[in-house]
């Protein structure tokens, strides 16, 4: 078992978990879809806080980072016209991918 998952991490690592296997079924931009990766995207958004607030040093830069990346692609895609709309869905999902994958690895690896 890995310290930080000794440290009370498990349970966060495994949401996250999750909410990664959601996202990565995500494939069409649908009002179904939207209302899923937002759904995701807040759970994910609040794990982030709750990790950077149990152990700053490791988990800051997550916060200011990542989450920020995800937030500009999620504005991106509210911003975006009707044409764009499925580009900027896979962006943003790619995007919040990207984020959940960062965070499970820290958990996993941090001391």
Do not use: W
Request: include cysteine.
């Amino acid at each position: 078992m890995y310290l930080c998952e000794d440290m009370g991490y498990a349970k966060e690592r495994g949401k996250l978990e999750k909410l990664y296997t959601k996202v990565s079924g995500l494939t069409n931009y649908d009002d179904k879809s939207l209302a899923v990766i937002t759904d995701i995207f807040e759970q994910y958004s609040h794990s982030v806080r709750i990790l950077k607030n149990k152990n700053p040093e490791t988990f800051t830069e997550l916060y200011q980072t990542e989450l920020e990346q995800v937030k500009v692609f999620k504005r991106l895609l509210k911003l975006s016209e009707e044409a764009d709309r499925q580009d900027d869905f896979i962006k943003y999902k790619d995007s919040l991918l990207v984020a959940l994958n960062s965070a499970i690895t820290i958990i996993k690896e941090a001391p």
